[in-house]
């Protein structure tokens, strides 16, 4: 199914799928043909073969497949190096990783991961990267590519669809059915085709020897959100006692019990119906606890999925964006309680070199608490959200700034409040001082009841009290991710962006915190505040100089694309940043975007819309200025597929049109 240097033999190799042919596969390394070695009756890619490359990737063909599908791979990784699965939709510059493994092994592993339903083609990578050293290789066996979900299984299959057991000495799921361990007097008929020759997954109390033997059966781990009804059918008889429950299981380890029967004895196979929601990844658990040997036997068959829920009394799905916002619109679904204690006003600041501007663009809104919007000599403020649904995992991000706050016990708290407008819960506050800078928060809560989160901020006296922002509030259920293909923070690497050593005379450097110059660079990154960014130093360079980062090798497309970034050029002798377009033989880069001289203190968000039909690479290129305050910086990186039209964030989807009757005035911190 695979070329090239995974080694590779057609006749025992396994490429199955209702999309795929068996030698329609290409492999490529980087831009080059490579080495991907295959001997028997697997493919596998081995360092020792790779000589200065640090990977091999195998391509699928493109594939026109609209409906939900499930990939299982069959693979070992021996030694170090790590394995990745990719979607590469058709037309964007960029590919969305769905998996990713680095377990050493001596056995076959199998994984599954769910291929949601995309309207454009595709293809789907495989990137093999062992580390360098002897003895370093990775394997593939299988490549399975099927319509329905993962977690849809009906046993036929002799990798069980990636299900597996938890290992215990005495009691386990097995095979029922025509491989059944069980004597023919006990042998059931599978439901799928009402036969003996069927198979499906019965675990019995014959070997358990301690009370509470427990059998666990585990379904794959769901890899894109998932809500709606899972059906199963089961058997089940009890003599003395078992316990059959099923649960769902986050990768935290936290279980969640979602259905138990209500009858010990079943007459043949019985349907079950429940609803789950899984905006995060899950796994189903179905578990049989045995009270002793003569326990009875549990079996399952034909685990189905529906993307609609089972009853129509079912709480309906909702979108937690309505707790976003970035305030350029209004304050949305936010609201402070009373006239005479609003303290909170949206307020915005002009590019200057002296106050920071807003987080998400720079020039835009924020809220600001400050005893200048009172009468009296201290405030209480509280800022109400909208209520959320109980049962969820959300996570919530915000920014927060403050400054000349003597005493911050109690600067910005966030609570968690119930539907009668109790706070249950602080789940976070003020730790310290921090500087002038724009500083994220990330919080993961879940709450059983109707909930709501409310920012307040507490002011004894003026004189110790300072000013306190927040901005760019989101949340999205389940945990907390990371950022997505196409998208650069510089938090962990330089996301494969190298250095022009062709034609520039100094590097960009990865650094957190500010920079060693005075009155010039960033106070801290625009991402969180305290993480890191790109910048050139002044100091290291003469003026003229150029810096040249460039990204990896795009794909060209017949679309537009949109490039966002934020940058920073604050320094009385700042000079030029530019974003260059390369590609081709051209002896010339073709220039997209520019800013000359000192822009702002604050971070400025830029939006370029371009077209490439061709492979090309952008580059950021950076002059330095007539003095050393000539620091410039860029940070969170994001290529969007589509024009920019409109664009204000991936993450801001919703505004509300209900806001308090202000508008976004212009502030002077003074």
Known sequence: CYLAHWSYNVKNFTCRSKYLSASSYVLYMNMIYLHFVVTGHLITVDSAFLDDHEQAVLVSPLLDQQDWGCVRLVYQITGQGSLHLKLRPDSNNFDYQLWNANTTSDSWLIASMDLPNITIPYQILLEGRPERGSGNSIAIFEIHIVPGYCIECKFEENHLCGYSNSWNPNVNWYVGGSMARESESNLLENHTNNTQRGH???????????????????????????????????????????????????????????????????VGWTLVNVDIKAPHPLQVVFEVAFNSARGGYVAIDDITFSPEFCHTDTEPTFNPSIANCDFENGLCLYYQERAETKVWSRVSVKPNTYMIGDHTTGIGCFLLANTHFTSKPGYVGRLHGPFLPGNHKYCLRFYYLIHGFRKIDNGLVLYIYDENDVAQEKVWSLADTSRAVWTEVEITYMK???????????????????????????????????????????????????????????????????????????????????????????????PGDKARLLTSDLRGSSSSQCLIFYYHMYGTGTGILSVLLRHGDRQQDTLLWRRRGEQSVSWMRAIVDYHCDVRHQIVFEAIRGPSLRSDIAIDDIHFKWGPCDGTVSSSYLFHSEQTFNCICCIYDYS
């Open 448 to 542: 059983p009841m109707l909930s709501k989160i409310v920012f307040v901020s507490i002011c004894q006296n003026f004189l110790e009290c300072g000013l306190i922002a927040i901005d760019d509030i989101t949340v999205s259920l389940g945990d907390c991710q990371s950022p997505l293909p196409g998208q650069c923070n510089f938090e962990s690497g330089v996301c494969g962006y190298i250095q022009d050593k062709k034609g520039d005379e100094a590097d960009w450097l990865q650094v957190r915190g500010h920079t060693p110059t005075s009155y010039t660079g960033p106070r801290g990154d625009h991402t969180t505040g305290v993480g890191y960014y790109m910048y050139i130093e002044a100091s290291l360079m003469h």
């Open 200 to 266: 499906y997954m019965y675990v019995d109390s014959v070997y358990a020897k301690h009370f509470l033997e427990v059998a666990k059966l585990t379904s794959p781990m769901t890899t894109v959100p998932m809500v709606g009804c899972l059906s199963f059918y089961y058997n089940r008889d009890q003599e003395r006692g078992n316990i059959f429950s099923v649960f769902t299981r986050d990768h935290l380890g936290l279980y969640e019990e979602i259905w138990r029967p209500e009858v010990y004895v079943t």
